[in-house]
């Protein structure tokens, strides 16, 4: 039992600093697509290929001034962004990164909570993420921050309902709520892609929403908003802001792979007869190469398409997904009734 | 035990939050002036009061996101048991997907959806 204990704590704290790495080195990634989808170079002064810029950075965050405007609310402004990072972070927490290590008789899952409602538990911390962006906002007594903020409530709420239903076809095709089970359903090329391709593309677009990326990031549009609801703050509040953008953008990708391209499953790699432990290994690389490559998209859009307006972005979240995601979950069913 | 799980996933998050939030609010250095910490507004001194009244579009997409959140969370129930209630409880399911269309085709025809 205590080992068992110390080993949940291990977990626990391996995968929350695997995803701050994973979102520190992100900023890095991002830069270097970018320079590379502009034909530039990118930061390459600290460390070989700029490696030791994300540290940097993180450094230079920690030690900058702290600034807070004297009209703002004083509980709030520091809850905001704490709220962001600590929600962002809380997602990955029913994420299976793998099948079960066995080390010595004893099964050791690689997944903190297997809840049977899984994804209801990621709708209810995604749909907490609200919270910190407007009470950041808010607080900082600022227009343009309030202004930002507002905007951001409104769009990711709009965006979470498409991204609800579109989740409900698939919960209908393999009858659980468990992220573990419908992982393990996709075992051999069973991906839920090829069965709910309608209902991916209206996921992927809703993340792009609810992460605030572009083509979506009118909460912090530069050219009119100057930084939307972050424009007050400075130092590490910035860049929880900033970082929760990356952790969000790596656990919604962690989640796309686990419910659409079959977690850390690959065609014939269960077949080629490796122990249990090399398999997990295995896993766990496979689950991180299909998470990058949604990372890779993420960055790629970025730097290709313009923002939307806001009346386009409430267009396509009412008008056409919503519309779209019922119509699936009824095809889907008269398709799983007949068969 | 998957309770417990998140509870301890939830403590260990907020503890490393809450160690970089207070690193950073005493390790860095402070200075302050009263024009300083003025709210930032384009660089001229803030003009009215920030708390006011915004467009009442938001409050519409607010309302009408409400009433279809909760709407779906109750077809997760039934999207989990839906192979084992069959046609019986599909034919439920699109009477519940009528009354919620024709409430989002009311909204759409009122205008609520459109955002000027």
């Known amino acids: 039992m205590t080992i068992f204990i110390i080993y949940k704590v291990f977990l626990c704290s391996v995968i929350l600093i695997l995803s701050l790495l994973v979102a520190m080195y992100s900023t890095l990634i991002e830069r270097k697509v970018a320079a590379f989808l502009q034909d530039r170079i990118g930061p390459d002064r600290a460390g070989p290929f700029g490696l030791l810029q994300p540290l940097a950075d993180g450094i230079k965050l920690f030690f900058k001034e702290e600034f807070m405007p004297n009209t703002a609310d004083k509980f709030l402004y520091i809850l905001g962004p704490s709220l962001t990072m600590l929600i962002a972070l809380l997602t990955s927490a029913v994420i299976p990164w793998s099948i079960p290590v066995i080390i010595g008789g004893k099964i050791y899952p690689l997944q903190v909570a297997d809840i049977n409602i899984g994804i209801l538990y990621i709708f209810a911390i995604v749909s907490m993420g609200v919270y910190g962006i407007m009470i950041g906002g808010w607080a900082s007594n600022n227009k343009y921050a309030l202004l930002g903020a507002v905007r951001a409530s409104s769009q990711m709420i709009s965006y979470e309902l498409a991204m609800g239903l579109s989740i409900i076809s698939l919960a209908m095709m393999t009858g659980s709520l468990s992220l573990k089970d419908i992982v393990e359903q996709q075992q051999g090329f069973h991906w839920n892609i090829f069965y709910q391709p309608l209902a991916f593309l209206i996921f992927l677009v809703c993340a792009f929403a609810e992460t605030n990326r572009s083509p979506f990031d009118l909460p912090e549009c530069e050219t009119e908003l100057v930084g939307g609801y972050h424009t007050e703050y400075s130092s590490m509040k910035l860049g929880f802001y900033l970082f929760a953008e990356y952790v969000n953008m790596f656990v919604s990708g962690a989640i796309m792979a686990t419910l659409f391209f079959g977690g850390y499953h690959f065609p014939f790699v269960d077949k080629l007869g490796l122990s249990n432990n090399t398999l997990a290994v295995v896993g766990f690389f496979i689950l991180f190469t299909k998470i990058t490559f949604f990372g890779f998209l993420f960055m790629w859009i970025r730097w290709t398409l313009p923002r939307f307006r806001f009346d386009q972005l409430m267009r396509l979240g009412w008008k056409a997904l919503i519309p779209l995601a019922i119509l699936n979950i009824l095809i889907t069913g008269i398709v799983i009734l007949v068969r | ?116």
């Open chain 2, 1 to 116: 035990m998957s309770a417990e799980s998140l509870i301890l996933f939830f403590i260990v998050g907020a503890f490393l939050v809450g160690i970089a939030i207070l690193f950073s609010s005493y390790i860095p250095p402070k200075s302050t002036n009263p024009q300083k910490s003025e709210t930032y507004e384009c660089g001229i001194p803030t003009e009215g009061i920030t708390w006011l009244q915004f467009n009442v579009g938001y409050y519409l997409f607010a309302i009408v996101f409400l009433v279809f959140d909760v709407e779906t969370v109750f077809i997760f129930p039934w999207a989990r048991v839906m192979k084992t209630a069959g046609t019986k409880g599909f034919v439920e399911i699109i009477i519940f997907f009528f009354v919620l269309g024709a409430g989002l085709l009311y909204a759409w025809k009122k205008g609520a959806l459109k955002w000027e």
